[in-house]
């Protein structure tokens, strides 16, 4: 009975949150661009986005007759359907995650690469070339930056022993992981935001480019699906930098610790934000080569000076 | 690098600028007085409509907008019978400003005419002609035309000679 | 725990053999996808979480997006006249009589063998790193040589020999007088 209500605790949160998002985002650009945001419907404009969920959810579901249909449909699902999994390894707080697993960081990286599926799949069924395009960029781009997300990952697993994220975050009682970890941080925030196609790294659908890239023929919820998705990644992202970095759900006893994990993810999230409003794209070649000519030999060094220092200080 | 930070920095720094937004239907932005916005007929300072039917702003159109119909009126005055602007093929160009030789026809700061049936934006006479002067005070076109049409006698203009009789040899 | 390991294993056998037989080739990887995520499963269940992950991580999630890659590049799946002049019933002589001994073996081997129960323990992922470098630390020696050489390899045949630039990008340097007696 507890494990189905923080199932549907967890999913509501996560739903809750990627909705909210819509709006927070759009409010945060107008703050960081001096405008105002959407603020008619509603107290503050908050109702934005029941209309928009409404909106979306009344236009026409099309399927282009030139698409490859069963795959057309299932690539928004399994975008969703993996993130949200992985949720399923996220703890928000001690006691309150559905799955306390022993591989959570691997489950993770799994899912993560699995997502990248929707997004190739997507562009292909579309039939379109514009699609086909975005659909290679985010082949090679998230591929790219998985290799070393998990590298960048295996300091903190070093330092806490343990692919747990709940041990992770409780291994950080006494300092977080930033501090001896910012080589790590630093490259598993790049490649968070590239393995979410975020702006500034959102090659796979630069409208400037590729109109909207993989996902040019989708409409209706299915777009949706792309979009909140997004957003559930931006989420995952957020959270895992917090238990992962910023010690999780750790801090000052006079809030509660579920009410820090939220803080902390809120920053990183609004953080997300922050780099839409005031980076522009890089080209795709400088993406690849920042990617595999700087970042991988600084995570795979990473990995060798921590190794080397905690064999030391053992 | 540093200029990734730096941009980022300065970006958030703008979360405390002011919005250059106009909240608009709360908040009017000021429109200057050559704003080109709905088009009137004036009159002059007589209170007599000011349009003589001259077809020009007809003429000028690019969108052909503007229809009407001249009738002569008791003592040689010319005046439109219906004057028909539809305002949903309009584009607010201003030549029917420029082509008219009486200053009667105006285009004005107000560009509030949104309507949700598309006939209504077609105006006739009776809602452009407005009551004053418009832009152009104390200009009355008979006072300088050549011609008497109840206004002035013939000749008796500001910058008018009398006129010449034409059965005298008399230079 | 066995109802779940049947399921996969079917989900597994099903899903290979449809990738086998379909005619497009993306529906082909799907199946191929789904049979290795269904092998996973079976990882997990058998107390190895480790390479169930791995087996996600690398063969379903790394290897299978470049298969698709390539092949949205190649944009394959129009013609199949090819295919069917290369497979001629003279070439399934060879793998029949191979397969054949395979299941041979394997009617044997399941005749024979007791029905003993694996014992199932958990074999978490410190217990196989500590294997790797400690019993065998030279097959992993080995593989790493392997995949320095294939790196090098590729190194050397992606190396960009002739650069074409842009004649405004040009530095003053590369910019040679073309030699008009050739």
């Keep these: 009975m507890i494990f189905i209500l923080i199932i549907a605790g967890v999913l509501f949160i996560v739903l809750t949150i990627a909705a909210g998002l819509i709006y927070i985002e759009r409010r945060l650009l107008g703050l960081w661009q001096d405008r105002y945001g959407p603020n008619r419907v509603g107290p503050f404009g908050l109702t934005q986005v029941v209309a928009d969920m409404i909106k979306i959810f009344f236009k026409e579901d099309w399927v282009p007759p030139f698409s490859d249909r069963p795959v057309f449909v299932l690539a928004p699902a399994i975008l969703i359907s993996t993130i949200l999994l992985t949720f399923a390894v996220v703890p928000f707080a001690p006691g309150f995650n559905v799955l306390d697993s022993n591989i959570a960081v691997l489950f993770f990286l799994g899912n993560s690469s699995l997502g990248v599926y929707s997004i190739v799949l997507g562009g292909w069924a579309s039939n379109n070339k514009y699609s086909l395009l975005g659909a290679m960029r985010a082949s090679a781009q998230m591929l790219t930056y998985e290799v070393f997300m998990g590298l960048s990952l295996m300091g903190v697993v070093m330092l806490a022993d343990s692919f747990n994220l709940r041990e992770i975050v409780e291994a950080q009682r006494h300092g977080w992981f930033i501090f001896p970890q910012f080589i790590g941080f630093v490259i598993f925030l790049i490649a968070g935001i590239a393995e979410t196609h975020r702006l500034p790294f959102d090659i796979p659908e630069a409208e400037g480019e590729l109109v909207a890239g993989y996902h040019s023929e989708y409409s209706g919820m299915k777009f949706g699906m792309f979009f909140v998705g997004e957003y559930m990644g931006v989420t995952l992202i957020s959270a895992l930098i917090t238990l992962m970095f910023f010690g999780g759900w750790l801090g000052p006893a006079f809030l509660p610790p579920i009410v820090w994990f939220f803080l902390k993810t809120a920053v990183f999230i609004c953080f997300f934000i922050l780099l839409r409003a005031s980076l522009p794209r890089p080209r795709y070649d400088q993406l690849m080569g920042v990617g595999w000519k700087i970042l991988l030999p600084l995570a795979l060094l990473n990995i060798l000076v921590t190794g080397a220092l905690l064999l030391y200080f053992k | ?171 | 725990m066995n109802t779940i390991f049947y399921i996969a294993a079917a989900l597994a056998l099903i899903s290979t053999g449809l990738a086998i037989a379909g005619k497009n080739a993306i529906h082909s990887l799907l199946f191929l996808i789904l049979s290795l995520l269904s092998i996973s499963v079976i990882f997990y269940i058998l107390g190895a979480p480790f390479i169930a992950a791995l087996e996600i991580i690398i063969y379903a999630g790394a290897v299978m997006v470049l298969f698709i890659f390539v092949i949205m590049m190649l944009n394959v799946g129009m013609e199949r006249e090819t295919e069917k002049r290369w497979l001629k019933p003279r070439m399934w002589v060879v793998p029949l009589i191979l397969g054949t001994i395979l299941l041979i073996d394997f009617i044997f081997m399941l005749k024979t063998m007791a029905h003993e129960e694996t014992a199932r323990q958990i074999i978490l992922p410190k217990q196989v790193g500590v294997s790797l470098f400690t019993t065998y630390v030279l097959g992993v020696e080995i593989a790493g040589m392997l995949l320095l050489a294939g790196i090098v390899g590729a190194y050397h045949l992606g190396r960009q020999k002739k650069k074409v630039i842009h004649r405004f990008l040009k530095k003053e340097e590369i910019i040679e007088v073309p030699n008009l007696k050739k």
């Design chain 2, 1 to 171: 690098m540093f200029s990734i930070l730096r941009s980022l920095w300065y970006t958030f720094l703008h979360a405390f600028h002011k919005r250059e937004t106009i909240l608009y239907p709360e908040e009017k932005p000021y429109l200057p007085p050559r704003y080109r916005g709905r088009i009137i007929l004036s009159r002059d300072p007589d209170g007599i409509e000011r349009c003589v039917a001259c077809y020009l702003c007809a003429a000028a159109c690019p969108v052909d907008c503007i229809s009407l119909q001249a009738i002569e009126g008791e003592n040689g005055r010319r005046y439109p019978a219906f004057f028909r602007i539809n305002f949903s093929r309009c584009i607010f160009c201003g030549y029917c400003e420029e082509a008219c030789p009486t200053y009667a026809i105006q285009l004005t700061p107000d560009f509030e005419m949104g309507e949700y049936n598309r006939q209504n934006l077609v105006y006739e006479k009776e809602h452009l002609l407005i009551s004053g002067e418009g832009k152009y005070h104390g200009y009355d076109f008979y006072k300088v035309a050549g011609i008497d049409a109840g206004v002035k006698e013939k000749g008796e203009g500001a910058n008018e000679q009398p006129p010449v009789d034409v059965k005298s040899l008399m230079p």
